[in-house]
Every structure is written in C-alpha cells, then in structure tokens.
C-alpha cells in the first residue's frame, strides 16, 4: 500500500527556520500529526491540524496542509540546538490507529 | 502522575529465548499499541488492542505474541520464531472512539540479541 512519504534527512544553520515536508495518503483524514522524538526517547506530540484547517501556528511552530496535494509541512523559526531530533508525520490508519512516516532527522549546524 | 511506563529500558537476550516486554498505562485509555523502530524504516506496528481481551495483529506480528487481561497493560513476548529482534521496542496508548487519534508513548525498551 501507499507509505506516509518524509525525506530522511535535513540539515540547518542554527537560528535558520527549518521546513520538513510530509506526503500522506488519505484524503479523508480529519487530523494529521507531528511528533518529536529525541535521541533514546519515545514520540511526543508536537502538533497537530484538522482537515478543515490551511495553517497552525504554535509559537515557533507552523503547520500547512494542502489537502489538494495531500501535502502537509512543519516549520521551525528560529532552529535551535534543542530541536535536533527525528519528526514524524502521522495520518489515521484505522479505527484509532495511526501510520507514521519514516521520520526526518533534524540536524542543526552550530 | 499520568503516564505510559515501560521496563525495562535495556534488555539482552541471548538467541533462542523468549522474552516479555512490559507495557503500562494509568492514562484509562482503551486502546494499545506496539511498534518496532529500526534505524532508516520508522515505526512498524506490531499488535495492537483496542479493547480488553482483544488484539490484532499488525503490519509485522510474527514472532511477536500479546496479552491484554487489564485495561492497563499490555506486554509483548518477543520469541525465538522472530528472525532479528534486535530493535527499538515503543508501546502506545490512546483514548478509542472518536476523530482525534494522540498516541502517548512510552520511553521505549531497547532490545539486543547476543
């Protein structure tokens, strides 16, 4: 079947905003997910948007969607050495379930 | 404190032994899961529970076995059937019903086969 599509990698500057892309697979999802997970963790939502939405904005976070394109992407203002960890993208998969992208390291270059 | 707990954090296992991953939750959440995390392929849902006394298999169920005779726990016995155990172990809980799906996590149990 279709997979939720991330980059594996992005790299930036410190103090950059960082930008990590998300393709998910239903159209009919009704809420789309990021989470955060630090080295040796567990994920930790970090945000979420409706379908029903364009944008989120969360302090330093900014959520779009483009439900044409099935595109969802995260932004980081302000990238600092804090917010080195992997992020994955989640859409509904089942009844409760959610099916997570591959997940994009986030690395920040001092 | 509300939470997810999971135990333990490092586990060795040596080739042919099974062995039983601890899941727990205090957050009254119907629903339970369990991923597998290698580096490069994200998560891959192993079983989950929507429900007391019922489970599903996922995407990767073999070699993998559950129970779920408490709303609150939900361990994983990895066995000798699983070819590459060796792997990040996560286990979830969410609330069931409804549109809005948050999976809280646990810190995860880092398995290695010696």
């Known amino acids: 079947g279709e997979d939720v599509e991330q980059s594996l990698f992005l790299s930036v500057r410190e103090g950059d905003s960082s930008v990590i892309n998300c393709t998910y697979t239903d159209s009919s999802s009704t809420y789309l997910y990021w989470y955060k997970q630090e080295p040796g963790a567990g994920l930790q939502l970090l945000t979420y948007i409706f379908s029903n939405m364009d944008m989120k904005q969360d302090q330093r976070l900014t959520v779009l969607l483009n439900k044409k394109d099935k595109h969802l992407s995260l932004r980081i203002a302000d990238t600092q050495t804090g917010d080195s960890a992997i992020y994955f993208c989640?859409?509904?998969?089942?009844?409760?379930?959610?099916?997570f992208g591959k997940g994009t390291h986030l690395i920040i270059q001092p | 404190d509300g939470g997810i707990t999971q135990s333990p954090k490092y586990l060795f296992r040596k080739e042919g032994q099974n062995v039983t991953l601890s899941c727990e939750q205090n957050l009254n959440h119907d629903a339970m899961y369990w991923y597998r995390q290698d580096p490069g392929q994200g998560l891959r849902l192993i079983y989950y529970s929507q429900i007391v006394n019922d489970f599903q298999k996922g995407d990767i169920a073999e070699g993998y076995s559950v129970s779920r005779e408490k709303k609150e726990s939900f361990p994983l016995t990895v066995t000798s059937a699983q070819k590459n155990p060796t792997a990040f172990y996560l286990c979830?809980?969410?609330?069931?019903?409804?549109?809005?799906?948050?999976?809280?996590f646990g810190p995860g149990t880092r398995l290695t086969v010696l």
């Open positions: 989640a859409e509904p998969y089942f009844a409760d379930g959610l099916t």
């Open positions: 979830a809980s969410s609330i069931n019903g409804g549109p809005y799906n948050e999976q809280f």
